[in-house]
């Protein structure tokens, strides 16, 4: 039995086999950098009821800077991230009515924990959505989603994935 200790999210303990770490996906796919001009969504389905306490949005392109999305001019209709219930109803939108249209974009949701790490290749952007820095993890029931959404053609980013943390109630 091996016990992760140190407060995520609220928690004192958590069982290893509770934690959650996984890619949103779409239907077939967990690479982000597509093109969604035809929206495409990208979800984390609750089987139980949890508590996410961080996403972590990855990117990995040439020429990287805070007012391009990823390495590409800055998009049009922006990324969306939400919260639905398992009837589609819309609980939550984390950007209340705006979009991520270019990397600085992401402080909305992710404040200072946004930074470009330039290469001489390519340039790594990992940005750290801290859920929990609210005062407490996002508990959410079963069949409820965490959803992005692309809506502008992401394709020229080299990589695009995020990933949800938390734990299992």
């Known amino acids: 039995m091996v016990i992760v200790s140190g407060?995520?999210?609220?928690?004192?303990?958590?069982?290893?086999?509770?934690?959650?770490?996984?890619l949103l996906k779409d239907n077939s796919t967990t690479e982000m950098a597509v093109d969604g001009t035809t929206p495409v969504k990208y979800k984390y389905t609750a089987t139980a009821p949890l508590v996410l306490t961080r996403a972590i949005f990855d990117m990995v392109d040439a020429n990287i800077r805070?007012?391009?999305?990823?390495?590409?001019?800055?998009?049009?209709?922006?990324?969306?991230v939400e919260l639905y219930?398992?009837?589609?109803?819309?609980?939550?939108?984390?950007?209340?009515?705006t979009t991520i249209k270019q990397n600085s974009d992401?402080?909305?949701?992710?404040?200072?924990?946004?930074?470009?790490?330039d290469a001489a290749g390519l340039d790594h952007l990992p940005i750290r959505w801290?859920?929990?820095k609210?005062?407490?993890?996002?508990?959410?029931?079963?069949?409820?989603?965490?959803?992005?959404?692309?809506?502008?053609?992401?394709?020229?980013?080299?990589?695009?994935?995020?990933v949800v943390q938390g734990y299992l109630l």
Not at 89 to 96: G, K, V
Not at 106 to 117: E, K, N, P, Y
């Open 85 to 97: 219930d398992a009837d589609d109803t819309l609980l939550i939108d984390f950007l209340d009515g």
């Open 134 to 162: 609210t005062g407490r993890g996002l508990r959410m029931k079963t069949g409820q989603y965490l959803q992005v959404t692309v809506r502008d053609n992401l394709a020229a980013i080299d990589s695009f994935t995020t």
């Open 130 to 132: 801290t859920i929990a």
């Open 7 to 22: 407060g995520a999210g609220g928690a004192e303990n958590v069982y290893a086999d509770r934690l959650i770490y996984s």
């Open 106 to 117: 992401f402080s909305h949701l992710a404040s200072i924990d946004v930074l470009i790490l």
């Open 66 to 80: 805070p007012n391009k999305l990823g390495g590409i001019n800055a998009v049009t209709n922006g990324l969306k």
